[in-house]
């Protein structure tokens, strides 16, 4: 996320002034450095797959969407255009650095999508440090491991791709989300680039 200032909205929830003075958003840098290859513990029932094609914009929103509603600090949801203006225009762009988990649905042949993850790069370039972009899981999907295996799943491919630190920009009222990076080693850090 290149700033949560423009994403988020702090006051959203907010009732009166007071309230937004508690709602102040702390935007928190972190970084996980890698000392071994990742490895991801594959979930039964669970795969992930990339970014196909046009139709997943829509896939993509509706998961941002969905897994932030019930955040404290909540979130705007994006058009179409805006996925295209702060993802696929820049230059870290890559549809095979989006993933998203999925579940056979029981009652048909057809996968669900129930969360994601995005490789972005620092500043926008595409050799910046890499950096884990809108992590998200829907909230009946929590509890299973899939933020972790999507999480390790982005660690890894970085690691192919001879990376050896992972940034992420979070807030300090995403809880679920900070518990999860500092589980995975992820510390407190200056931002790079
Ligand atoms: C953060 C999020 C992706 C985690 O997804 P998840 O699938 O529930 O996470 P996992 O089941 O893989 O949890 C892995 C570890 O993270 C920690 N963790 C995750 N959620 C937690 C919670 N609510 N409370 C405490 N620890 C938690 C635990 O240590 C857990 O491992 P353990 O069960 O072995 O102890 C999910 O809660 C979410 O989508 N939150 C809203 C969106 C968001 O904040 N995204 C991050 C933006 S930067």
Known sequence: ?????F?????????NHSDRIMTV??????????????????????TLRGFRDERDVATWLRLREQSFAAEPFRIRPW?????????????????????FAEVMATNSQSAVPVGMVTLARRGGEAKGVPAVHWLAVLPEWRGKG????????????????G????????????????????????????RRG
């Open 1 to 5: 996320m290149n700033s949560l200032q």
């Open 7 to 15: 994403l988020a909205d702090p006051f959203t929830s907010a009732k």
């Open 25 to 46: 958003p702390q935007v928190l840098h972190l970084e996980h450095h890698l000392s071994a290859e990742p490895t991801v513990q594959p979930i039964p029932g669970i």
């Open 79 to 99: 058009s179409a255009f805006e996925f295209r203006q702060h993802c696929q225009a820049a230059a870290w762009w890559n549809p095979c650095h989006v993933w």
């Open 146 to 161: 899939i933020g972790r295996m999507l999480l390790t799943h982005l660690e890894r491919r970085c690691w192919e791709l």
């Open 163 to 190: 990376d050896r630190v992972v940034q992420v920009e979070t807030h300090s009222a995403w809880k679920s989300a900070l518990a999860l990076y500092r589980r995975l080693g992820y510390v407190e850090c200056r």
